[in-house]
């Protein structure tokens, strides 16, 4: 069996589970990142927009499926944690067909609405075209993104993240060696991009079933097993939509952002693509620790030993302090190099927004590792509603704020809307925190282990 996180310390679980992650997080982004260097180098600063101007767009595609997959997780982490094995595995398989049923349609609209979207956002004419090749070709693939989350979901939830850290990891090479190819070589421009980085997730995705179907037997289906359980898809929508609609609002109010942006022109556009590829750099690592956290809190919900969740829970902010503290003195004494990286000294002014930006925004990166905790403790005990809740109330602060401020600070706006929305975040998530912890230290612990083993998952 997979790693239980049941028993043990939990600071060494939540670190071990979460490295992989985190390592897997910096590769993403370093996926991402790779195309954009590429592209604003090679090609230049009005592809670099384009890619830009479609980063929101495309992801609020791809995180609605990461939150399909990731509430899902949750689910087959506490039936893992309960040692419910059957239901685990018809769970795996419900969440299986309809995660392909839907990311069908959801491709297939995507690809349709690709140009209206981004004409209503006010995207420049003269990277418009490019934007839309770029947007058709990724929604196209969005099978195969389902698939890996899906599968690395499944493997998370059963305590191995290492093995989607490998797959995860020739994927990016092979995206960065794609994307040399087709930009430098056969001069594809943007289209080059968006193709490496589907054949990429292609390959992923088909590593992972691969790997599933010879070592994992316990979440392994034969055609027999491959059936929708009429019982699990209420639970499996409950775990599920909750968490992708969230996900879904904060990448629609970055695209709402995005047209803040859009209104400043190619050089802030172009600039906001290169510090926004460096903010999910940084912030990835949070958001794998998170994931930790999710994990750990509801394998030990399902097991019914609420004690450790609370003990997971404090040494989690420690270590989430630590990291954002360190990473904030980096990016703010290398503000300058950093976007060197991404555009050529000739363009001076993307640079100087650029530099401007992130001095400014890595003074908020602890902000955002005490809202990952939160988001992860609260998605492990299924309390879904308060991470929802919290999540569209800091969405719709950081656009209004965005809105508001932007005739006085520019592109700096974005950054103090951001972070007002955690800091109210902070406050809404750690109420309900103090709360939740309350009333399950006045629970008598051996009841309620077995109250959560035998009525949770029926």
């Known amino acids: 069996m997979k790693g239980n996180m049941t028993e043990g310390s939990s600071s060494k679980i939540l670190i071990t589970f979460a490295i992989p992650m985190v390592l897997g997080n910096i590769f993403q982004q370093l996926y991402n990142t790779t195309d954009a260097i590429i592209v604003g180098r090679f090609i230049g600063k009005n592809a670099l927009a384009a ?170 289906l034969n055609r027999k097993e491959l059936v929708i359980d009429k019982s699990l898809v209420r639970l499996t929508m409950q775990y599920s939509w909750v968490t992708a609609l969230q996900q879904t609002c904060l990448y629609i109010g970055r695209l709402l952002v995005q047209g803040v942006v859009n209104s400043f022109g190619i050089n802030a556009i172009a600039a906001y693509n290169s510090v926004t590829r460096v903010d999910s750099f940084v912030l990835a690592p949070g958001d794998s620790f998170s994931a930790s956290v999710a994990t750990y809190s509801a394998q030990n919900k399902g097991r019914g030993k609420l004690d450790r969740i609370i003990d997971g829970y404090k040494k989690s902010n420690i270590i989430i302090t630590a990291y954002s503290v360190t990473t904030a003195l980096i990016v703010f004494c290398g503000a300058e190099r950093i976007m060197n990286l991404f555009i050529s000294g000739p363009e001076r002014e993307v640079i100087l927004i650029g530099v401007r930006y992130l001095k400014l925004m890595s003074i908020f990166y602890v902000l955002s590792g005490f809202c990952n905790i939160f988001q992860g403790l609260f998605r492990g005990v299924g309390k879904l509603r308060i991470t929802f809740i919290a999540t569209l109330m800091q969405i719709l602060v950081r656009v209004a704020l965005s809105y508001i401020l932007a005739p006085y600070l520019g592109i700096l706006s974005v950054c103090y809307a951001i972070a007002i929305g955690w800091i109210l975040m902070i406050i809404y998530e750690g109420l309900a925190c103090k709360k939740y912890f309350k009333e399950i230290t006045q629970l008598n612990l051996p009841h309620c282990a077995l109250k959560c083993r035998t009525t949770t998952f029926k």
């Open 51 to 220: 890619v830009g101007v479609s980063n929101p767009i495309m992801s609020i595609a791809l995180f609605f499926i990461f939150g399909i997959c990731m509430g899902t997780s949750i689910l087959m982490s506490q039936l893992f944690g309960s040692g419910e094995y059957k239901i685990l595995k018809k769970e795996v398989s419900t969440a299986l067909i309809v995660g392909i049923i839907f990311t069908i349609i959801l491709s297939v609209a995507c690809i349709l609405l690709s140009r209206w979207v981004l004409i209503i956002t006010g995207t420049p004419k003269e990277i418009l075209n490019d934007a839309d090749v770029f947007l058709k070709i990724i929604f196209g693939g969005l099978i195969f993104s389902f698939l890996y989350n899906y599968y690395s979901s499944a493997l998370r939830a059963i305590g191995d993240s290492k093995t989607p850290l490998i797959f995860l990891i020739v994927s990016c090479l092979l995206n960065g060696i794609l994307c040399i190819i087709l930009i430098i070589v056969f001069k594809l421009g943007v289209a080059g991009s968006a193709i490496a980085t589907v054949i990429a997730q292609g390959v992923s995705s088909i590593l992972c079933i691969v790997y599933v179907y010879i070592k994992i037997p316990l979440i392994r």
